[in-house]
């Protein structure tokens, strides 16, 4: 009879602990930022895990690479499988735990690092932070990249339990936090975020003058594993600066990035100094004024880049390819889709208000 | 059930301990600047405006009898100095708003998004046609800087700060000469 009550005891124990633990998981499912219409590029890192991992060029940075090269164009064109592991200011060492991550599974011919990143020697902005580290799987990448990042304010276990940090996020639900409580829709293609409008670069400041133009020791430190990381698995690592105007792009930085690649014999391309090669033109090709290229400017300096990438880095055509073909039918798809909605949206916009 | 109950009360409360207002959430920081230091600095008044928006903070510049501060609402500074001799905007990268820059003759005026305003994140001299209301100008060497303003708050590689009032005058050095001077906000710095 004792035995029996002790049984029901833990039965009853062990239920209330379970019914506890889902309704917080639930909670914290409802609570998470859904990233599906505003900011969506907190959304981008997670979906890379939803695709079929068997890419031949990997692109990690911030979003210097998701709004500038478009993997459509490379298999479009060239027949190259790539994606995009980028994420809003990602600091250099949340690259390269991103890229430790993408190793765990697969591994790609080629990598190419945006080398901005190499700016920044600490960790910035917490919401920074979250776009980029939120969306990753757990893995010991995962943890090292989160406790790289921290800032004063944060705490590693918010990042294991998100719900401690958005706990007060319940006064901003919309219907989108119930819609995507489980499962959220793509916001990118490959990891490209797309925008087909058009604001001319006009009025870009000079850079301001910094006390010390040196890259920082922690920054020097992760692009030297990035490189090491690479070599080991035998990934060609290709340096670019993508043609944005601004954040200002210093000649004392570039000559630093120059030597490094020389020193460790890595091919590195400066976008900004192929304007010319690839025809980027600044009255057309970006939406935001010289920050970023727009589906034009970014399908130009992709299809430059592809070439690149067949003649230095001897990567194959694998267009016939199967199952790969047919995924990339759909992806072209979706893509011509988006372009067409955009397009459509912007000239009704622009009737709206001539 | 009763047990389940208690339990399930008791996470609620461990649950919303400590729970701030629904601002210092990530999503509602919709702009890089919108985050607890901002808090710290003071709630927001019934208006909506933030203390920050409507007081002068820490070392000012002036420019034909205009006082500028960092962290204060640009509008009225800009309607005063009148049109910028260029203009300049960039959306911070996933964020609502535009980081602005307002270049006049001698110093330039950058600003971050704060609600429905415009706050000044920065002015930076860009040449000696302009000095500090302390009298400093670039060019001017460390001991004159230092006979103006004193020892630093705190000198970096190149650079002696002034801390005031939670903003930061900066004077970058080039050898004994300064080369740039800036009035930062710090309101912007890692959070």
């Known amino acids: 009879m004792n035995r029996l009550m002790k049984k029901n005891r833990l039965v009853k124990i062990l239920i209330s602990a379970a019914v506890v633990l889902t309704s917080l998981y639930l909670l914290q499912r409802l609570l998470m930022p859904k990233y599906v219409s505003d900011i969506v590029e907190g959304a981008l890192i997670a979906e890379y895990y939803e695709e079929e991992k068997d890419h031949d060029v990997i692109f990690i940075g911030d979003c210097e690479v998701y709004e500038n090269f478009s993997p459509a164009v490379l298999w479009e064109e060239y027949g190259i499988n790539s994606y995009i592991r980028g994420s809003a200011q990602q600091l250099i060492w949340q690259s390269y735990y991103l890229l430790e991550d993408t190793l765990r599974y697969e591994t790609p011919e080629v990598v190419i690092f945006n080398v901005l990143a190499l700016q920044y020697n600490e960790p910035q902005r917490e919401a920074y932070n979250r776009m980029t580290l939120e969306g990753m799987e757990w893995s010991m990448a995962k943890v090292h990249a989160i406790q790289a990042s921290l800032t004063e304010k944060e705490h590693f276990l918010d990042y294991v339990f998100p719900i401690l940090r958005y706990h007060s996020r319940w006064s901003e639900l919309t219907g989108e936090d119930v819609e995507y409580m489980f499962q959220t829709k793509p916001v990118s293609h490959n990891g490209y975020y797309m925008r087909v409008d058009v604001k001319p670069a006009q009025n870009v400041p000079e850079g301001k003058i910094l006390p010390d133009y040196r890259f920082g020791d922690t920054a020097w430190e992760y692009m030297e594993r990035i490189t090491k990381l690479c070599r080991d698995k035998g990934i060609r690592l290709i340096l670019v600066k993508a043609p944005s105007l601004y954040p200002y792009w210093y000649e004392e930085w570039e000559e630093q990035i120059e030597a490094y690649a020389k020193k460790e014999d890595l091919l590195y391309l400066n976008f900004l100094e192929l304007q010319e090669e690839t025809g980027i033109d600044f009255r057309t090709d970006t939406y935001d004024g010289g920050l970023h290229l727009n589906l034009s400017g970014a399908e130009k300096i992709t299809r430059w880049l592809g070439n690149v990438l067949v003649q230095e880095a001897g990567l194959l055509d694998r267009r016939g390819e199967e199952p790969l073909t047919t995924l990339w039918e759909e992806k072209l798809a979706a893509y011509e889709a988006e372009k067409q909605d955009q397009y459509k949206a912007l000239e009704a916009e622009q009737a709206a208000d001539p | ?191």
């Open chain 2, 1 to 191: 059930m009763k047990r389940l109950m208690m339990m399930l009360t008791i996470t609620g409360l461990l649950f919303t301990a400590g729970c701030g207002n629904s601002e210092k959430t990530i999503q509602a920081a919709s702009n890089p600047a919108s985050g607890e230091e901002q808090e710290e600095a003071g709630d927001s008044d019934e208006s909506g405006e933030t203390p920050a928006a409507q007081t002068e903070k820490g070392y000012l510049f002036e420019s034909e009898g205009v006082k500028i501060s960092v962290d204060a609402d640009v509008k009225p500074v800009i309607d005063r100095l009148g049109e910028a001799d260029s203009y300049f905007e960039a959306a911070s990268c996933a964020f609502e708003g535009l980081d602005k820059t307002y270049t006049y003759a001698g110093f330039r005026i950058e600003t971050y998004p704060e609600k429905d305003k415009d706050l000044t994140a920065c002015i930076i001299l860009t040449d000696d046609s302009v000095s500090t209301p302390e009298g400093v100008c670039i060019g001017n060497s460390v001991e004159e800087l230092k006979e103006a303003y004193g020892e630093a708050s705190s000198e970096e590689p190149g650079m002696l700060v002034y801390e005031k009032e939670g903003m930061k005058l900066c004077f970058i050095v080039d050898g004994d000469e300064i080369s740039s001077i800036e009035y930062r906000s710090s309101v912007l710095e890692a959070e």
